[in-house]
């Protein structure tokens, strides 16, 4: 169901950035810490937020992995974000290949972060700090002659380049259809809504498109058998026995 006032609105996401910057401004010292960024936020979200088309129900970040460092641990989450940005300045200064390939892996989840929050999610905030790890402690020791062990290094950081570039445009493709989906659905373009919907589906599995192409399923064209097909790979395909927005607008439909 789309807000016929939501159409001049700006989007959703830019609205809870405003309010989270506010709330990082407001404890900038010593932060709230990153486990009560949801139970402390809620007044610095602007009205219009809740009036646009995609609001959500919890806040447990800022979807935002800067403000959600600020927010969460204040002057030491700031000092900790200087860090990494140091760390990659030299990086880039030092000129080393395989530390330059390994940096750009850790830039795409690092501006990955910029419009989520994926570091606390076990293997990609592994593999951050990991890389983060790597480039801080590479070219310590000196030039490196070339050996067998620096070339196979060479082929895995040039293998890991080449998988990161791969997902970072799946994974665009598959966001960028599920949004113009959200926004079709705004317009009350169901058909169309819904074949985006199973376009960034089939691109990349992932429940919200899934959820959202269940909801069109049987709310607007009546399919219930279609809306379990779709639900029901939210369960078998990835694992996930509870998706959170999908029992949000469930109960608000019922």
């Known amino acids: 169901v789309s807000n016929p006032e939501s159409a001049s609105l700006p989007n959703s996401r830019v609205q809870l950035w405003r309010g989270s910057l506010d709330f990082a401004l407001a404890h900038t010292i010593i932060g709230v810490g990153p486990a009560r960024i949801e139970s402390r936020i809620a007044p610095y979200i602007p009205p219009e937020y809740f009036l646009s088309d995609f609001p959500a129900v919890r806040h447990p970040h800022p979807h935002n992995e800067l403000l959600n460092m600020w927010a969460g641990y204040g002057a030491a989450g700031i000092l900790y974000l200087l860090m990494w940005l140091t760390a990659t300045a030299r990086q880039i200064k030092r000129k080393d290949p395989v530390g330059l390939w390994i940096l750009w892996s850790f830039l795409v989840l690092l ?3 910029l419009f989520d ?3 606390g999610v076990p293997l990609p905030g592994t593999l951050f700090f990991l890389m983060l790890g790597t480039i801080c402690g ?4 000196g030039r490196e002659k070339e050996t067998p062990f620096l070339r196979r290094r060479y082929c895995a950081a040039g293998f890991l380049v080449l998988l990161s570039a791969f997902y970072l445009v799946q994974n665009l493709r598959s966001g960028t259809a599920l949004h113009q989906g959200k926004m079709l659905l705004s317009q009350n373009q169901k058909q169309q809504a819904l074949e985006k919907f ?3 589906a089939l691109i990349t599995p992932n429940a ?5 192409a269940g909801q069109v399923e049987f709310f607007d064209f009546h399919r219930p058998d279609m809306a379990i097909f779709w639900w029901k790979q939210i369960k078998n395909d990835l694992r996930m026995p509870s998706f959170l927005h999908l029992n949000r607008n469930l109960g608000h439909a019922f």
Request: aromatic residues 6%; charged residues 10%; without cysteine.
């Open 111 to 113: 501006i990955h972060g």
């Open 117 to 119: 929050v994926h570091l």
């Open 138 to 141: 590479s070219g310590l020791s």
């Open 198 to 200: 199973r376009k960034s």
């Open 208 to 212: 919200p498109a899934l959820y959202m």
